[in-house]
């Protein structure tokens, strides 16, 4: 019977049945992820991170990075992720020493339909190496199943592997241990074809790490996070060619103003706009080795610089309606009267919530799609223990209110009910603030 069934139907009814995550920053809730490597593969965006875990007896190094799998993350929209599930894990790759939990930044690409998936570890022998080195795994899809080859790269040490294939077809690899290394690959995109070259017209003091190699416009970006200060922030370099020499230009992102230590991202083109994947430690704020992804747009100027990207929480894609739209990854927030906090500091997978302590308070939140349907309903789910009533407006932060809702006195969370005015169709900005001073805390808003 499968037989008369389209080949995208069955690919949508396998997606559906994966665990996903939602958009906003950051963009996968339901693990940590750091180092995203983006890239579009079949009109999709995949997204192959590192997956930091905490540490436990006999499972990595407390106080240190302990990442022992790999995951692969897709989606259609840069809003609604799916979570395929481990593709590369440290006890199934031969040469991988297998309780060293160091599976640190992997990259993927595709070339002539197989997809080839770089990744740094400790090897179980030390003749390999003393310390990282990087391998392959290999699959015929995006998502796998992915062989890892039995060695490592021969003559590569280091970490944080990405390779770029140039217009020419000419495949390269890149790595970092303290500098930045380059090389060209072999057809077989499985060994180095030359001596590897130090990237040496980069910065000399402060680390440099996390190589990611693109060209635009015959322009080539070699971009990395690099310690100029005390913590690393996105900077880059350009080149006519793609091993340099190079002339640094600038920086993309400016150091975590809460001191995540890493950075680490990738640069990706979709759908006629450009992306930054990177990552900060939102989910353990206390932590900084337990990091989550996040996206925001990227734009060039006319003469191909890179426009600095400021980090978001609102991210980037529209949010349906109809959906849960977590305000707390707010667009703006009100300098007082408004703050965030987690649902659980004991859980914070469990996601945040906006608290409003007086009627200063307000949050934007942009890129609400109400598409085509009329809404009738808005659903919120909310605490207060005096109770009080929201203002929803739409588009402007004294335009009309198109909702208001009361939330009866309680400290318990309840979900409340309440008219809508009319939304034309469309995708709009809502603006949401108390009617009074009375305080209340919100999860998220809806419609119906
Ligand atoms: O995730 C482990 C290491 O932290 C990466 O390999 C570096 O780039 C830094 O993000």
Known sequence: MLQNVKPWLLTALALSALPSAHAQNPFITNQFTAD???RVFGGRVYVYPSHDIPAAPGRGRAGWFVMEDYHVFSSANLTDWTD????????????VKPDSYSMWAPDCIQRNGKYYFYFPSAPRDTAISKGFTIGVAVADKPTGPFVPQPLPIKNVRGIDPNVFIDKDGQAYLYWSQGNIYGARLKPNMLELAEEPKTLGELPTKGLKEGPYVFERKGIYYLTYP?????????????????????????????ESPTGCWTNHHSLLQFNNQWYLFYHHNDLSPKFDKNRSIRIDSLSFAADGSIRKVTPTLRGVGLTD????????????????????????TANTFQGWKT?????????QYNGVA?????????VLRSASAAGA???????????PVVAEVTVPKGSAWQEVKAPVGAIRPGTHTLFVAPKSAAGMEVDWVRFE
Do not use: C
């Open 355 to 363: 608290v409003f302590t007086d009627a200063e308070g307000w949050v």
């Open 36 to 38: 995203p490597t983006a």
């Open 389 to 399: 009533t929201l203002l929803i407006r739409l588009d402007n932060p004294t335009g």
């Open 321 to 344: 309606a109809r959906q849960k739209i977590q305000l707390d990854r707010y667009s703006r927030l009100s300098p007082q009267g408004a703050a965030i906090a987690f649902l659980d």
């Open 370 to 378: 109400f598409g085509p349907q009329k809404v009738k309903t808005i």
């Open 84 to 95: 395929h599930g481990v593709i590369v894990t440290q006890n199934k790759v031969p040469w």
């Open 226 to 254: 690099h310690v100029a200060n005390k913590t690393e922030r996105l900077e880059y370099a350009t080149s006519t060619s793609p091993l340099g020499p190079f002339t640094v230009k600038g920086v993309i992102m400016d």
